[in-house]
DNA sequence: TAAGAGATTTCATTATTTGAAACGCGATTT
DNA sequence: AAATCGCGTTTCAAATAATGAAATCTCTTA
């Protein structure tokens, strides 16, 4: 529709983690884009405050690099987008509730097309402890959280969905679909996912699913750690707590059903 | 540079806190923009994922409705400016020990422009809390953080910056650009700033500066509660831990002079 | 001081955007 | 059941903005 729109804010997402700094050359190159229209986007950029031009010292002066970085108003937009999402008030009590149980990090994630995305956490209080962030983005096929969101999707779009090349983040992310599928009819069968060394090494994240109200598992929620404080042998003392909380946010999101594990906990709370 | 792109781009400023959804007509209206002509940026911006249209229940069929609201792209890039500044990694684990040692919310903020806006937090455990937002923004005459912020810059630009209108938000928001002046003069001479009921009612906050190698306040950090905690006659047992926070966050920036105020606490710890 | 690397500007050409008007379609009214 | 209304969507010729090769500027490096 607005071709000059689109081409330019596809550039935002050259801005990654692991780069996070580009130069007007690089972009140009990277995009292959003309160097003049690559400016010319990243000025308007500059513009509406989706980036800016780091700040650079010289001999006293302080003036602009050449260097541009995700801009604040990013983070501002961000920040909106968060508040407008019903479930993280519903979840945030609750995700509260289970780290002051559990002591571990609680995660709630969303799905958006073929990603899962990381929109409300809880931190544990132990010294070491996991950090994920709200707006990381990670592949549906790895993952305890993201892959209870897969596995209770309809077949043809799960196929659909693990057309695209799955990629290696860890010692024990799935290798092939076929991988993919165990662990999907795995989840469906028990109600939970548990993972260990698939998108990070050494974190292990054990999740389930909540259920909005035409019944489609529209986010999971999960705990997250590490091996030595949720070793998959004591994987029930999690998953109760975590399938009690899905039930309560699932029918507070309208959910009907009785919530098809732990024996309907719903009930007792 | 390119007119389209900040011109569709605006459009993402309608979206606040107070109205999250629009329609085209909405949209048309208010941007005094034709309808095809905010039709076409709209579906654009739902291209690349920073609208998403709204889903509608219709006789059993879900659809697409006509309502817009912000993508979770804004999220995922919304994490990654977060994740792309260097203080928040810095300044985390003392926000933390600020917490546990006080157990109120500890905020850090920094300077966009005429604004401030959040960019970390760590959330009080007490059963009522104080809940603000990571990219949320405030005006820098009002509350502590804030206005730490707006009180080190050079005289000059603040007589800039108050040109703007004053808002009103709460009974003691400051009224005038002379209100202002007094509290910056405060701020400057007590090295602190203590707000209550300025941005929100019933909502006390008390900030401290944290200087950058170039010797400028570029964050603040706050304590943030309700009076019954953070009583004005119990102000210094608050404001000592933080200058002592904030001189070392402070000396991590690069920041080469003693810490201002506080005895030069930094040499303490 | 010259050469090199990368950012900016120029400007004629080309492609995209524009918006009034018409159309489509479901909801509401007659 | 037909007519009307309210909005979203499409059309299309005119108007505007984007384009990119080449020139220029501005540091940095040899």
Chains 1, 2 share one sequence.
């Not at 989706?50 to 010292?57: A, D, H, I, N, P």
């Not at 010692?171 to 698939?198: C, M, N």
């Amino acid at each position: 529709m607005s071709k000059t729109m689109e081409k330019g804010l596809q550039l935002l997402d050259l801005f990654t983690e692991e780069k996070h700094s580009w130069t007007l050359d690089e972009i140009s190159t990277h995009a292959e884009m003309p160097k003049p229209t690559a400016y010319r986007m990243l000025r308007s950029l500059v513009n509406v405050g989706f980036l800016q031009r780091t700040l650079l010292e010289k001999n006293g002066k302080i003036i602009e690099s050449d260097n541009y970085v995700l801009g604040l108003k990013l983070l501002q937009l961000g920040g909106r987008v968060a508040s407008a999402l019903e479930i993280r008030e519903i979840a945030f009590p609750y995700m509260k509730q289970l780290q002051s149980e559990i002591n571990e990090a609680v995660q709630l994630v969303t799905r958006d097309n073929e990603n899962g995305i990381y929109i409300e956490k809880v931190e544990s209080t132990r010294p070491v402890r996991l950090y994920t962030r709200i707006g990381r983005q990670a592949p549906l096929y790895a993952g305890a959280c993201t892959r209870t969101l897969l596995s209770y999707l309809p077949d043809d779009e799960i196929t659909e969905i693990l057309k695209n090349p799955i990629k290696n983040y860890a010692s024990h992310t799935p290798k092939t679909v076929e991988d993919v599928w165990a662990l999907i009819h795995k989840t469906r069968q028990e109600g939970f996912a548990y993972s260990h060394s698939e998108l990070e090494e050494g974190t292990v994240s054990i999740a389930t699913p909540i259920f909005n109200h035409r019944g489609e598992v529209q986010y999971s929620i999960s705990i997250a750690g590490f091996p030595v404080s949720l070793p998959i042998e004591n994987v029930k003392k999690f998953v109760v707590p975590l399938w009690k909380v899905a039930s309560i946010i699932s029918k507070k999101l309208g959910y009907n059903d009785p919530y098809p594990y732990g024996d309907n906990i719903t009930k007792i709370s």
